[in-house]
């Protein structure tokens, strides 16, 4: 029974055209909402977008989010509220979202006015820690938690905690078929007089084709005119990391199993007119799956819809669904016991009809009707509780605010700047000038920027550039003294055998990093090849900012690969160097390393802070913050914002400080060390300092004026005593871009 008034509701999830499993569940849920609701005049979809293009949606999407946009989920929750609609249904599945473990979709819920009902579509039993803070945080700002197993609940309660959620059994939806005969459409797929068995589902490597293909033989050869279909077209992930690799090795195996007639790959994305029309036709469906921790298959929903015959591998959905006579199951990557149940089915047609309407009479409770009219109960209930108990509205314009005032990334100058080599150091205003070639100093910091770029938006185009930077310095290594050169000409011509300590300490930087955000084993592979090779050499160095690189480059590493004995022991070393270093020359007024403030200063507590809080060691962690303090202290103003020490005279330990030349690497390493002393304590008065730092760039400064440039996406080369220095060069760029990466990163973990 329809409620007297329509609530309005927003679904938010992947939806068709988009191709996958949960864009054709949204689409067909707000179908079967709308069918319910008599249109859709209150019904809206938010859609989540994986590729910079968007996808060619029907007009029920009102709004578009970037998966790895952060503002776009706050923007998403600033419609919603200013349309008023009453209740948002979430479709949740970690890798939907951008952020670690899908964090960002958490922006939109603590924004939203309405209550949220979330539907879960992975429940593991054994999470990583991220995820489980993930599903705990999404409890908070819903009103229900819906699953389709049972199971699913008994872990959610268990492996969770969750008792502050009331958790909701909801079925998967299935289209409402009738229930026929197999093989009534075998001619309409050219199958002829073949008795089908099939699978269908995006082809993935878990999927456990093989496992089928292995097992054909012995069908085969007790039923000749059988034909074994697998329908889908390749994961659009898989296909984009690894092509058709998994495809073309199941037809290798074919072909080395002679099952050409026997095999049939069916390369489409179809619709679910024609998928339940392909399992009506089937004789016998399987699913050969080898990861038993699936707490729900559409693919074995819409089995049970059409009243297969089901095969399938004892995963958690398959052993709730299949019980009572609905099914078979066999064990996981086992193909002679897949071959002995087909074959049963296949040898007794009588047994095989009765599992049939077993599984048809038990789908009936699953149709996409019967699920929109449960949806519709539980939608109704969490909006009159609401109004009984309200909830606090969340303060999020605050940090939606600061996210959305962040200027946009804007690559084009980066890109302007790099050639097939690399990316040069100099400009000319805003043109690269070639006369002064390329330096690692500046393609480490790119390749720093590149990794943090893709670990943020997870753009693609990318991903060349990055490999240049990385393949810079691979060329730049000197296999013979394990160091790093630093100048080339535009000619390409090495200008020296070794470049400075603190040169190679920043390749080491960047190298960890490349390593920590690396999008593919490739890059992974050859980043951490370099910094293993050039790793050794800084032990005999006896440059400060070396070893403080250095601690950079080991810490991002080991946030990758936490159990390398080798890289802790040189981060421990290297940083007890240091902190005995300040411990030698500070006193109360020049609480400091050395006795002169130069370039990159910050990364020296910097170095420490991280040390500090990983070996763990509290005191160095201290000294550091400390020697942090001091060094944003006599860099404010009078007027309270950030005034760099100038290159031009720099600043001695009894001398004054020069003001001018300010330089963007100053501005952009103390922010650098606020924001991790901020991810470190939660103390949110780092993050201000970061902020503060961070305007220094966009007039904040002594001269009021831009040193951004937002027009051409380039930083000018620093302050000087009349204005800026117009030339944008690629040290002031990337010194920019890190600046601005690094805020939208901790703008995105501030959930």
């Known amino acids: 029974m329809k409620p007297k008034k329509m609530p309005r509701i927003a679904v938010i999830g992947n939806y068709l055209p988009r191709k996958c499993g949960i864009a054709t569940f949204t689409t067909d849920l707000c179908n079967a909402l709308a069918d319910n609701l008599g249109g859709d005049k209150n019904l809206a979809v938010v859609a989540m977008d994986d590729i910079p293009e968007g996808y060619d949606y029907p007009k029920r999407v009102k709004f578009r989010v970037r998966a790895n946009v952060q503002s776009d989920y706050y923007r998403a929750a600033d419609f919603l509220n200013t349309n008023r609609y009453e209740v948002a249904v979430l479709q949740h599945e970690y890798g939907i979202f951008g952020g670690d473990d899908g964090s960002y979709i958490l922006h939109m819920l ?124 390749t994961h659009p992930n898989v296909k984009e990391n690894e092509g058709e690799a998994y495809r073309h090795g199941l037809q290798q195996l074919v072909n080395s199993l002679d099952l050409q007639k026997h095999v049939a790959f069916h390369k489409y994305f179809v619709t679910n007119d024609t ?170 910091r790119a390749l720093i920027v590149a990794g943090m770029y893709y670990k943020l938006r997870k753009d693609k185009s990318i991903l060349p550039f990055l490999e240049r930077y990385l393949a810079f310095l691979l060329y730049a290594f000197n296999k013979e003294n394990g160091r790093f050169r630093n100048f080339m000409s535009y000619e390409r011509k090495w200008l020296e055998c070794a470049g400075s300590e603190d040169c190679h300490g920043r390749a080491l930087w960047s190298l960890g990093i490349a390593v920590k955000y690396a999008p593919n084993d490739g890059i992974r592979n050859m980043a951490m090849f370099l910094f293993f090779n050039a790793l050794p050499t800084v032990e005999i160095f006896n440059s400060p900012r070396s070893w403080a690189f250095t601690i950079l480059g080991l810490n991002a590493y080991l946030d990758k690969y936490g159990g390398d004995s080798y890289a802790r022991n040189l981060r421990n070393l290297l940083a007890r160097r240091l902190s005995l270093l300040l411990k030698k020359n500070a006193c109360n007024d020049w609480p400091w390393f050395e006795d002169t403030l130069t370039y990159a200063n910050a990364k020296l507590p910097h170095a420490l802070i991280v040390a500090g809080q990983w070996i763990p060691e509290p005191e160095m962690f201290s000294i550091g913050t400390d020697a942090l303090k001091w060094l944003l202290k006599i860099q404010t103003s009078d007027k309270g914002h950030l005034s760099v020490i100038g290159s031009s005279g720099w600043y001695n330990r009894h001398g004054a400080k020069a003001n001018f030349d300010q330089q963007p690497l100053e501005a952009m390493n103390l922010i650098d060390a606020c924001i991790d002393v901020y991810i470190s304590t939660g103390d949110k008065i780092w993050l201000s300092e970061a902020e503060r730092c961070f305007a220094w760039f966009i007039g904040r400064n002594d001269l009021g004026i831009n040193v951004y440039n937002f027009e051409t996406g380039g930083c000018s080369d620093g302050l000087q ?27 995105g973990a501030t959930h």
């Open 275 to 444: 998928l339940m029309q392909y399992l009506q036709t089937a004789k016998v469906y399987v699913m050969p799956y080898l990861n038993k921790e699936q707490i729900t298959s559409g693919a074995l929903a819409f089995a049970l819809g059409a009243g297969a015959a089901i095969v399938s591998t004892p995963f958690w959905y398959a052993k709730e669904v299949l019980s009572d006579g609905r099914g078979r199951l066999v064990p996981f990557n086992d193909p002679d016991a897949i071959s002995d149940e087909v074959i049963k089915l296949l040898d007794d047609n009588k047994q095989l009809e009765t599992m049939r309407a077993a599984t048809y009479r038990f789908g009936r409770k699953m149709t996409h009707s019967e699920v929109a009219k449960q949806y519709l109960k539980l939608i109704v209930e969490v909006k009159d509780r609401r109004k009984s108990i309200p909830r606090a509205l969340s303060t999020f314009r605050e940090s939606y605010k600061k996210l959305d005032e962040l200027p946009e990334i804007n690559l084009s100058h980066l890109k302007n700047m790099t050639d097939d080599t690399g990316i040069l150091q100099h400009a000319k205003y805003n043109v690269p000038d070639r006369s002064h070639g390329y330096c690692v100093d500046d393609n480490a």
């Open 110 to 233: 603590k924004a939203l006015r309405m209550p949220v009902i979330t539907n879960l579509h992975t429940i593991l039993k054994e999470p990583t820690p991220g995820q489980k803070d993930i599903i705990h945080k999404i409890a908070k700002y819903s009103d229900r938690f819906l699953v389709m197993s049972h199971k699913a609940i008994d872990i959610l309660k268990d492996i969770y905690a969750l008792s502050n959620i009331r958790i909701e059994f909801v079925p998967h939806g299935v289209p409402d078929v009738s229930f026929e005969k197999p093989g009534v459409f075998n001619r309409l797929f050219g199958l002829n007089e073949y008795d089908v068995i099939l699978t269908f589902g995006l082809l993935s490597p878990n999927k456990g084709i093989e496992n089928m293909i292995k097992a054909m033989p012995r069908i085969v050869k007790k039923h000749p005119k059988v034909v074994y279909v697998v329908l889908g077209q």
């Open 721 to 747: 005593p009349d204005g800026v220095n117009a030339n944008q060069g690629a040290e002031s760029t990337l010194s920019w871009l890190i600046s601005l990466l690094k805020m939208y990163q901790t703008m």
